[in-house]
């Protein structure tokens, strides 16, 4: 079973059963992935209850409940019983039978539905003309042979094929004729025949068809198709590969070494390599002279160490390959080390109201040292620099894309000249320049005319007014609209293709709301928020202003309200308790300080008389 599960793949198809009895049907072909959730649904056209149904799976033998990956239910309602499979594997592939029995018919009512599983195409190629030492130029044909593991091996469907080499990674699948690219391109010297079978190639070359792939695919399965390969040992000349460096152009300083390296490969091996070649300034060949290098090359490998003693020999050279099959002529340069080259293909590729983002191509550096800066330059037309950034590398990528931010200092709607140029430890390249104006700012416009009610949906029309190309930078809309009354909000983001128009879905309750929009530009695939929006306060009910104090009447606004009086009334009773207990307080300390202040002049005037006595 294991070794089954291995050869199935991504796809499964529920298809139509033999027969359905009379009342019962099934839900027909259903196509699903491999590993999803699939379903089974049986409709009962007769209203009789259902006393007792079973599913069977009349492959494996076992019936309801069929295993931890599957349940089955009825809906007594709708009279439907289901059947979902939750993990479909290959060896769930066969025949499925429902039987039902009715409260009011004891016969037993049966119908059968199958499920399909997508299996791989395995298989091989051969050759079936030319030899497998064909030779550059030789035509070849090539048969591709594939059989289905898809099961029930009745229910399998037709095959198609495709074909692809090292050159081109897929030719359109066709039954005959001349061999196209997915697009439509013509491939010369490629044909297609045995409907799609059989590949014929009129010329075979190296390195392209060296290793050739027939894809299988069955008809309606979703997957990218099985790969069959075939290795066809040609026979080709030598060719060079990975130069170092890649320019074949190597910066020597005289009297220091510089090592000069390339691959090379053939088949039968070079069986010759002629001596190093100078062309000098006349154009006139030469052998360079011996004791100028050291040739430290092997069957494979071309490796010349490299010492000049003379600017004369500052020139092009070239090397001679040659097996049995033909030769081939490799040349390059040795040149003295200078300043790198000017960076090439300047171009904008983004600007905005406060940011330029440019690109270039790195050239060479013309050193024995990769190093090389590239200076981007920003200066308003005709004035002052406002930015001046630079970016390092240490190692040799030639034509290589280079990508540059600025953001200094710069302002919407303005001219700018940018200066780019490239420096190593000798100086500086010559300087190319581009002419680049920032964007407007966007300016968004929206009324209540506008915008529009349907239902819970939002309609919000809006008109971007800029200059420049504002319009352009933006990349994204954001549009919330909210209840006036309870707060309450629904949103809405999206990409900007264009199309001023947004609809916001599932608006809160209301009759008054207010609409806020809100744009942004792309950066290097990043959203930054502009600083600009637009916001209406919109009445659905389209009538005048008094009806934002009308809308007190929504209901919600009445319970709110009564919340809020009887608030307002329990802390009335709680200010009045408490002033009139600190009034009460008050008057019981006013008596008691009365009646103190009594008794004490009842006792102060005896003491005052006793007092006077005495003193007489």
Known sequence: MEKASQLFCLLVVFCAGQSHAVGVTSNGLQRVNLGAQCTFRWTIHDAKPIVAYTINNLTTGTSTPLDGYSHHEYDRSAGVVTLVLLDVQPWDSGNYSIQITTTTDANITESTACLFVYGIVYGSVTLTSGSNQATEGDTVELTCNLTSTSLPPSHRPEIYYAWANAKYTRFRNISSGPAVLPNGDPVPGYAIKDNGRTLRISSVRYPDDRYVTCIGLEDGSNRAGDYSYYHLSLKYRPYAQRFNPASRKFNVEIGKPVYISFDYDANPPASSVTNWTFVNSSGIPDDLPANSYTDLSDSSYKYLRFVLNST???????????????????????????????????????????????????????????????????????????????????????????????????????????????????????????????????????????????????????????????????????????????????????????????????????????????????????????????????????????????????????????????????????????????????????ATATMEMQRAGEDQRPIVAVSAKRTQ
């Open 312 to 590: 004369a020999y500052y020139g092009n050279y070239s090397v001679v390959m040659t097996n049995s099959i033909g030769s081939t002529v490799v040349a390059f340069q040795v040149v003295p080390e200078d300043r790198p080259d000017r960076p090439m293909n300047v171009r904008l590729l983004y600007s905005s109201q406060d940011s330029i983002v440019v690109q270039c191509n790195r050239m060479w550096s013309n050193s024995r040292s990769p190093k090389q800066t590239l200076f981007f330059r920003l200066r308003l037309d005709g004035g002052a620099t406002v930015d001046l950034s630079s970016i390092s590398y240490s190692h040799e990528d030639y034509n290589s894309t280079v990508t540059a931010y600025l953001t200094k200092d710069i302002r919407p709607d303005t001219n700018y000249t940018l200066s780019v140029w490239s420096a190593n430890s000798l100086g500086s390249s010559d300087v190319a320049e581009l002419k680049v104006r920032t964007r407007g700012q966007p300016k968004l416009s929206v009324s209540p005319e506008m915008v529009s009610i349907d239902g819970r949906r939002a309609i919000v029309n809006f008109a971007v007014e800029s200059t420049a190309g504002g319009v352009d930078g933006i990349v994204k809309v954001e549009a919330h609209c909210c209840s006036l009354l309870t707060g309450q909000c629904s949103n809405y983001s999206g990409r900007y293709s264009g199309n001023q128009q947004v609809i916001v879905d599932n608006i809160p309750n209301g009759t008054v709301y207010y609409v806020d929009l809100n744009v942004y530009r792309g950066i290097d695939n990043k959203y930054i928020y502009l600083s600009n929006s637009a916001r209406v306060i919109l009445d659905s009910r389209n009538t005048n202003e008094d009806d934002v104090k009308e809308s007190l009447s929504h209901p919600k606004a009445i319970i709110v309200l009564s919340i809020l009086l009887g608030i307002v009334c329990l802390l009335l009773v709680v200010v009045c308790v408490v002033f009139a207990v600190r009034r009460s307080g008050l008057n019981r300390q006013h």
